[in-house]
């Protein structure tokens, strides 16, 4: 897979994919299968953004997927070339028909585009897919707008998504993902307490721009060295025994005991156990652990961990 970062000129006519994607979730997947079907032997293209539009206006927001791990999930669909594009000022402020005519028509050349049904675009987000449809056909190209995929009630979406995460319901933002919500990051160090109290935890030093999941402990699985272990993991600012407000993520994989400093590691998240709490003592926190870790040994009924 190519991935550029500025539009040249195209010889061929290929199938385009436009959109943010964060997440890759069931409702981008649909979309992904529809460019695939209509590619027809065409190169599959997507044109998309390094930065999210929405945090050149002054939100802040924080990702499902950082860019490599987006990249990733465009080279398992076997897209050919991404547009990796900074939406800056300029972008921004580009006519809705000047991004139809230079850079869809004059430049990629599109034979077929596919959108999702809320797609917007051009200065001010004055485009949308109906507009975007009408013009390309009076170009002779076609488009297709993928309707909105549903999870139960909800129309799934990027920003749900999100929301689900910081409020702690991994269980239903893993549904609309469809697959577990995950963290990567290397195993650093950290006040060596956790191999004190019978409970060692990796310290998992991760990308900022990454979305977190509510303060809380959580089942998870973590995956080190392509083998994955049953885990449980604490988000937070560990008030019992620290006063600093920065967020950590620390892991105790169960049935493991070795030395992971420096690895890199996967943490995927599947169920909220409960809230992080301020106890009175090191022992209250040490019992705690221990019950935490007994319930997921008998959720996942393996009494011999
Ligand atoms: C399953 C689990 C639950 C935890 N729950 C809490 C908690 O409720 N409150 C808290 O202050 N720290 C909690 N912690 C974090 C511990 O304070 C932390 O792991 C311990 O201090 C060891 O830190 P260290 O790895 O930096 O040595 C939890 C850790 C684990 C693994
Ligand atoms: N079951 C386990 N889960 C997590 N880390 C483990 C486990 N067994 C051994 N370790 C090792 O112990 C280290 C954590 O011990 P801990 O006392 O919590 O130190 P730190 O404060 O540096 O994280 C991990 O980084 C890892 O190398």
């Known amino acids: 897979m190519n991935v550029y970062e500025m539009v040249a000129k195209r010889g061929d006519t290929p199938a385009v994919a436009l959109g943010f994607f964060d997440g890759f979730h069931i409702g981008h997947k649909k979309l992904f299968e529809v460019l695939d079907a209509n590619a027809r032997g065409r190169k599959k293209v997507v044109f998309t953004f390094k930065n999210h539009p929405d945090n050149l206006l002054g939100f802040n927001i924080k ?7 987006r990249l990733e999930f465009f080279r398992n669909y076997s897209i050919d070339d991404v547009y990796f594009i900074e939406f800056n000022k300029k972008i921004m402020q580009m006519d809705k028909d000047r991004f139809i005519e230079e850079i869809l028509i004059d430049k990629l050349n599109v034979s077929v585009v596919v959108v999702g049904y809320d797609f917007t675009f051009g200065y001010m987000a004055e485009g949308d897919s109906k507009y975007l ?3 390309l056909h009076q170009f002779g190209r076609k488009c297709i707008v993928i309707d ?5 009630e909800h129309i799934v979406s990027s920003t749900l998504i999100r929301r689900l995460i910081l409020e702690g319901n991994i269980k239903l933002a893993n549904c609309m993902l469809g697959f577990n919500f995950f963290i990567n990051g290397t195993v650093k160090r950290g006040n060596r307490l956790g191999k004190k109290i019978g409970f060692p935890t990796i310290n998992i030093k991760f990308d900022k721009e990454k979305i977190v999941p509510r303060k809380g402990v959580y089942i998870t699985n973590t995956i080190i060295d392509d083998k994955r272990y049953l885990s449980i993991t604490n988000v937070g600012t560990n008030p019992t025994v620290s006063a600093s407000e920065n967020i950590k993520i620390e892991t105790h994989i169960l049935s493991v005991d070795k ?3 420096g690895k890199r590691v996967k943490i995927e ?3 909220f156990v409960r809230e992080e709490k301020k106890f009175s003592n090191i022992d209250e926190l040490k019992n705690q652990i221990a019950k935490d870790v007994e319930y997921v040994k008998t959720l996942f009924c393996k009494a011999n961990i």
């Open 63 to 69: 990702y499902i997927l950082t860019n490599e791990e």
């Open 133 to 135: 449809c009408e013009k």
């Open 148 to 152: 909105p995929v549903m999870y139960q």
């Open 259 to 261: 030395n992971m400093y």
């Open 269 to 271: 998240f599947i169920d």
